[in-house]
């Protein structure tokens, strides 16, 4: 029997400070209220103890952000999907984002081992004024290891109401999307960055957070596998392929960090778990 786990997360601002709230079920948990550049934004690392899920696991995060509110929310390593011997293996995220309010989703990569079943979807409520910043990376197998993605599949679900919908099911037998030059051309490592905001953005700042991604990408080693566009005026999207994950959250990283600046006048301070 599958093993499920819930988490809620409830951020609002008091004076100069956001403060947060949380209740959890089974197996998830998060760490201390973080408040590493200030009092107004609240670091949350988010902790699964077993380590990976197998199938019949069920993990849902709920996130909710009063107005005024900032959280930055990420993970101390990789999120594991395991091998599966028949049924799905779960992991959904729904945030509403109020009037006022900040999010950054940056968890570190999700790996979807051989003949996992894996189904991973993300859903973010942005009302008018509200905005976010986010990142989904997923790497299929372990190349490096010599363990190929060559069974089973993980379907994948990115969603801003009304406004950005990415669906995707990756099968591990499926050849020609993995390695046609015109799918993933041989790489194992998806990653997708994106800001957005609860209603629409002016031309001029769009621009300039395309104009930002796309310098920064042009002179990466990743530079032929990247690329940024805005397909909704509330959404801009960052896409790319890549044969590892260290060059692929590297860009990332360096992105988000001059979003933070261009959009919200931030400078970047990282998580600690990312630098150990």
């Known amino acids: 029997m599958g093993w499920p786990g819930r988490l809620a997360l409830n951020y609002r601002r008091d004076g100069d400070r956001t403060l947060a709230h949380d209740r959890h079920s089974g197996p998830l948990r998060v760490l201390q209220s973080l408040y590493p550049e200030g009092q107004g934004i609240c670091h949350h690392v988010l902790v699964h103890p077993p380590g990976g899920i197998v199938g019949g696991d069920a993990l849902h995060v709920e996130a909710n952000l009063q107005a005024g509110s900032h959280a930055l929310i990420t993970t101390p390593g990789a999120t594991r999907f395991y091998r599966s011997a028949g049924e799905a293996a779960r992991q959904s995220v729904v945030a509403r984002i109020a009037e006022g309010a900040r999010l950054e989703w940056l968890p570190l990569e999700t790996i979807c081992h051989s003949a996992a079943l894996a189904e991973n979807q993300l859903r973010f409520e942005i009302q008018p004024g509200g905005e976010m910043m986010g990142w989904d990376v997923v790497a299929l197998g372990l190349p490096a290891s010599g363990q190929a993605f060559e069974a089973g599949h993980y379907a994948q679900r990115i969603e801003l109401p009304g406004v950005w919908l990415e669906r995707a099911t990756i099968r591990g037998d499926d050849h020609r999307l993995l390695d ?91 998580p600690r778990v990312w630098r150990t």
């Open 180 to 270: 046609s030059p015109l799918g993933f051309a041989g790489h194992r490592v998806l990653a997708t960055l994106w800001f957005a905001a609860g209603s629409p953005m002016s031309s001029d700042r769009r621009e300039t957070l395309l104009d930002v991604a796309r310098e920064m990408a042009s002179n990466h080693e990743l530079a032929q596998t990247v690329g940024c566009t805005s397909p909704h005026a509330e959404v801009v999207v960052l896409r790319l392929l890549a044969p590892r994950v260290e060059p692929a959250m590297q860009l990332l990283s360096s992105v988000w960090a001059r979003w933070r600046e261009v959009a919200w006048a931030l400078g970047a301070v990282a």
